[in-house]
């Protein structure tokens, strides 16, 4: 099995999450005692937030891409930015890596097609909903995006950073999210791309009426597959 390197803290809850999914998928591929080969760069995700905060996304995307050839010293041969937001640079990440950095929005729109639909409601954070970053390369891979009303995306921002981002769950936020599902699908979404790792502490499939996309499973998924070719 080739070596997975997890660029992470972004926020830690999500990467927790990201090496449960690849262990978890790893012994079903694999069986017995087996786990998944990976090392781990986790990030102070404060510094980070302060640079999303303030713009400074090529700050940020330097100290990313020094984060990520740390792994490939590390020796990992592969690369995940455990973070939709993030992959604002990560044009810059790979540029720094000799190895391949498995894009999350490509990973989302190859596991969405494959389940049938095209018009997908996006939730995540107000960069990632709100710039074509990440919107532009699920509509690249088929897709056409639509996001919540600017009222919606604010709380959707608002929870992931205040509450899911801490570990905070809340029944109240929950049924937040679920109508903003429904605005969606009513708009003529037929699935939702949980477009921020922290939202799966959230919401799951019981939550929609239409499929959901957890990305950090997807990511996961498309990691171990890349890991046992």
């Known amino acids: 099995m080739k070596?997975?390197?997890?660029?992470?803290?972004?926020?830690?809850?999500?990467?927790a999450e990201y090496y449960r999914l690849l262990n978890e998928?790893?012994?079903?591929?694999?069986?017995?005692?087996?786990?998944?080969r990976c090392v781990v760069y986790s990030v102070d995700f404060a510094e980070v937030e302060e640079l999303q905060a303030q713009a400074r996304w090529a700050e940020a995307g330097e100290l990313l891409a020094g984060a990520a050839r740390s792994?490939?010293?590390?020796g990992a041969d592969l690369v995940l930015l455990c973070t939709n937001t993030m992959h604002k640079v990560a044009d810059r990440i790979q540029q720094a890596l000799t190895v391949p950095l498995l894009h999350l929005?490509?990973?989302?729109?190859?596991?969405v097609r494959a389940?049938?639909?095209?018009r997908v409601g996006l939730l995540g954070t107000a960069f990632t909903m709100e710039q074509d970053f990440y919107r532009d390369r699920l509509e690249a891979g088929g897709l056409h995006v639509l996001v919540p009303d600017a009222p919606a995306r604010a709380l959707v921002h608002r929870v992931i950073y205040e509450e899911l981002c801490r570990g905070v769950v809340r029944e109240e936020s929950r049924t937040a999210y679920r109508d903003v599902i429904a605005e969606l699908v009513a708009a003529g979404a037929e699935g939702i791309v949980l477009?921020?790792?922290?939202?799966?502490?959230l919401i799951g499939e019981r939550d929609s009426p239409v499929p959901?996309?957890?990305t950090a499973r997807v990511h996961a998924e498309a990691a171990?597959?890349?890991?046992?070719?």
């Open 3 to 15: 070596t997975i390197g997890l660029l992470g803290g972004m926020s830690w809850e999500s990467t």
């Open 25 to 36: 998928l790893t012994r079903d591929r694999l069986g017995g005692l087996h786990s998944a």
């Open 71 to 74: 792994l490939e010293v590390a």
């Open 105 to 111: 929005a490509d990973a989302t729109a190859d596991a």
């Open 115 to 118: 389940k049938g639909p095209r």
């Open 195 to 201: 477009g921020c790792t922290e939202i799966e502490l």
């Open 212 to 214: 959901v996309f957890p």
């Open 224 to 229: 171990v597959r890349a890991a046992l070719a």
